[in-house]
């Protein structure tokens, strides 16, 4: 194939994000968008000259696709996914995987007996930031790891009911918990705590508006995830970590690394959704495969967001030993 004919589950934010870069690949054509909402979806698919359908479904029928990329609200995964792996179309899916952990393991059963092509957007993974961090702790491994996730409460109305979301951890300080697995390795066992601030501008909400998790990494590092969207603002979100003298501070958009000279901070190059999209686009053509998150690492994520939740929700430490033993 010279081209990947690509459609789009889902028509929101993320899904504008994703087609603002891909419209720019030569080698893709962005052939069909659905949504529930067909008005959004007529919206974005004549921005890109594509064909809009109310239900996924027709689309597919309809539609002769190479690989599908899903930007759906949490809740709505599982049931889209199976069909995809039945047709045996390859897709980048975007974070979370599901509300719950036994959705997105069966989802991880088809994949893997089906041997699809698949992406989770992970993005922090892709930036050059988290490379230059990567190569420091290779001789030099953190022993410390403090996350953040200090914000606001994201304007969708699903995003602040657990049913919906699966809570702040699972749905978007998982980038963090992501990272730390990647820069300072599995985490074996977890420990959190949440509450939930009664407001009058969220009469729904019932998902913990303030968490931290403790974690036991592998390695013998320990460290801590402190979420909140409390705020009205974006006040920090990042990852701090700590070594035989050497701070290490990653954040969306730079790095600082602090040897004790200074704390010299440096912005990120390159886009980082670019280079997921383009690795995705490739594996798909079948070139080299070097997408940093399939969905069987990614899963691992989702477990561990999935234990912390777990664990806050029932008020005890999780051992991810014996999750990960069972999923063997």
């Known amino acids: ?23 720019g690949f030569e080698d893709v054509q962005i052939v069909a968008l659905s949504d529930p909402s067909q008005d959004r979806a007529r919206d974005l698919a004549g921005r890109v000259g594509a064909v809009d359908y109310g239900d996924y479904r027709a689309m597919l029928d309809r539609e002769p696709l190479d690989a599908v990329y899903i930007c759906i609200p949490p809740s709505a995964h599982g049931e889209i996914e199976s069909t995809l792996v039945e047709r045996g179309l390859p897709f980048f899916v975007e974070k979370p995987l599901a509300v719950d952990g036994a959705t997105a393991e069966r989802i991880l059963r088809d994949v893997e007996r089906k041997g699809l092509v698949t ?23 953190a022993r410390l790891a403090l996350g953040y996730w200090l914000d606001s409460t994201p304007p969708p109305a699903w995003w602040a009911r657990e049913a919906q979301s699966g809570g702040q951890m699972i749905e978007q300080t998982t980038h963090i918990f992501d990272l730390a697995r990647l820069l300072v390795g599995e985490v074996e066992r977890v420990s959190a705590f949440g509450g939930t ?21 592998a390695s013998g ?4 995830m402190a979420s909140t969207c409390l705020l009205n603002w974006s006040h920090r979100v990042g ?4 070594g035989d003298g050497m701070t290490i501070e990653l954040g969306a958009n730079e790095i600082m690394i602090d040897v004790g000279r200074g704390r010299p901070v440096r912005g990120a190059q ?25 969905y069987r690492e990614a899963i691992k994520t989702h477990r561990l967001t999935v234990a912390a939740n777990q664990s ?17």
């Open 197 to 217: 601030t009664r407001r009058e501008r969220f009469p729904d909400l019932d998902i913990y508006d303030v968490t931290t998790a403790n974690l036991q990494f």
């Open 119 to 141: 992406a989770v957007g992970y993005h922090w993974r892709y930036l050059d930031t988290t490379e230059e961090a990567q190569a420091l702790l290779a001789s030099n491994p």
């Open 312 to 328: 806050a929700r029932e008020g005890r430490m999780i051992d991810l030993t014996e999750n990960e033993a069972a999923h063997v």
């Open 221 to 224: 590092a320990v460290g801590n």
């Open 239 to 242: 990852l701090h970590l700590f």
């Open 1 to 23: 194939m010279d081209k990947v004919r690509l459609g789009f589950i889902g028509a929101g934010g993320i899904a504008n994000r994703h087609l603002d870069v891909l419209r």
């Open 270 to 294: 390159g886009d980082p959704v670019v280079r997921e999209d383009r690795d995705f686009i490739d594996a798909v053509l079948g070139r080299e495969n070097r997408i940093r998150s399939p």
